[in-house]
């Protein structure tokens, strides 16, 4: 179950941070974009320590 959570959570933290860059460049929400680019920011790093060698 651990190899999914960290497979599904890299997926989305990818997710998060094209659709934050995506509305950084067309300067719709800065707030919001900066707030999607973080939470991606955080899930690839859960991402990364679930794959680390424990």
């Known amino acids: 179950m651990g ?3 960290m497979v599904a959570s890299m997926l989305l ?3 998060a941070w ?3 860059f ?3 460049k067309e ?3 800065k707030f919001l974009s900066i707030l999607t ?3 991606g920011t955080t899930l690839v790093l859960v991402a990364i320590w679930l794959g680390w060698p424990k």
């Open 13 to 15: 933290g990818l997710f």
């Open 3 to 5: 190899f999914y959570l």
């Open 27 to 29: 300067k719709k929400d």
């Open 22 to 24: 995506s509305q950084f």
């Open 18 to 20: 094209k659709i934050g």
């Open 37 to 39: 680019s973080l939470a």
